[in-house]
């Protein structure tokens, strides 16, 4: 990438940055690579604040993001009682759990895998994300996650929903009816048509200067229909201005590949997706963007699995995020 021409000490600097090479390439592409420096080295941290600590001893549900032995980044959803997650020190997350029947997150479970994680609460708002490598326990049933990149997301694009326990916790290793899938059918296609939510996985490093490899996990909102298909095995995405970090699309400037997990919140089903994914930064096709994005994202949908009621809860509707409220619905 071109450095910035006008301060010595970011070229000088660059190596230590928080952000790696395609995060800076994106900065610099919108203009704001200097305004967000400082920002990153204040904000992303090696270790979790106190707070994030308790904020994950909270929580019934991490959003998880992992490669599997092929490549392909996968994001899914790990559950428990409210404290199968504590933090015995502030570089480690402690978690209970370990992926459901069928998930293809088993894929991906190995001592030392690259693993991101994000804990959001959605009805306050509320999320942290959490980078690093697993320290998996013998018997795979739990693991500790030793912390590379730890920081707090702001609260846009929320959708407010608050999470019930749907049946025991304990159960959630007994089958479900899982289906695999390469291309949308008509249950995917009205599943991904009603959308509003869904969390990707996209995987960090490779630069020459970038000391960093690992894997990170973001969320996606927007109005019921914001997950526009385009043909059997193509999908889009705005994207709308956030922190400018640009975790997620420096990741994918330098690896496509990318995990999407999709929630449906009136049944519980789950879609996880894998495939690889760019942006597309002037966006002339015949649809304008939506209201208030920046870009596109185009997903290409390498192989899909539906589980059943792949996560444990109910969701109780509570509200659109501010930005999409004039398209509030009811639950």
């Known amino acids: 990438m071109s450095k910035n021409q006008g301060d010595d000490s970011f070229r000088r600097d660059d190596i ?101 994680c994000l804990g959001i609460e959605l009805h306050t708002r509320r999320r942290n994300r959490l980078n690093g490598v697993m320290a998996l326990d013998d018997d795979g049933s739990a693991f500790t996650l030793v912390v590379d990149q730890s ?20 159960a959630q290793e007994q089958p479900r009816k899982v289906r695999h899938f390469a291309a949308w059918d008509d249950q995917v296609a009205q599943i991904l048509g009603r959308a509003d939510t869904f969390f990707i996985a996209s995987q960090y490093g490779g630069g020459t200067d970038d000391r960093r490899q690992g894997v990170d996990v973001s969320h996606r909102g927007g109005r019921p229909g914001f997950v526009a298909l385009a043909d059997a095995k193509t999908l889009a995405w705005p994207d709308y201005r956030g922190n400018f970090f640009f975790n997620t699309l420096g990741n994918l400037a330098l690896n496509p590949r990318c995990g999407l997990l999709v929630i449906d919140f009136e049944t519980s089903d789950t879609l996880q997706l894998t495939g690889a994914a760019h942006v597309v930064w002037d966006w002339d096709r015949d649809d304008p963007l939506p209201a208030g994005a920046q870009r596109m994202v185009q997903f290409e949908l390498e192989a899909g699995v539906h589980i059943e009621r792949g996560a444990p809860f109910t969701w109780d509707f509570q509200g659109m995020a501010p930005q999409f409220a004039s398209a509030e619905r009811a639950t």
């Open 16 to 116: 230590d940055s928080p952000f790696h090479s395609g995060e800076r390439a994106v900065q610099e592409r919108v203009g704001v690579r200097e305004k967000v420096e400082p920002y990153g080295r204040k904000g992303i941290r090696d270790h979790m604040p106190e707070q994030h600590r308790e904020f994950f001893g909270k929580l019934p549900f991490l959003v998880v993001g992992a490669a599997d032995i092929e490549h392909r980044l996968w994001a899914g959803i790990l559950a428990g009682d409210p404290g199968f997650m504590q933090s015995p020190r502030p570089a480690e997350l402690r978690v209970l759990a370990a992926p459901g029947w069928g998930d293809p997150l088993n894929n991906t479970w190995h001592d030392g895998s690259p693993i991101g």
């Open 151 to 170: 920081f707090g997301n702001c609260p846009q694009y929320i959708q407010a929903r608050e999470p019930r326990i749907l049946r025991s916790l304990s």
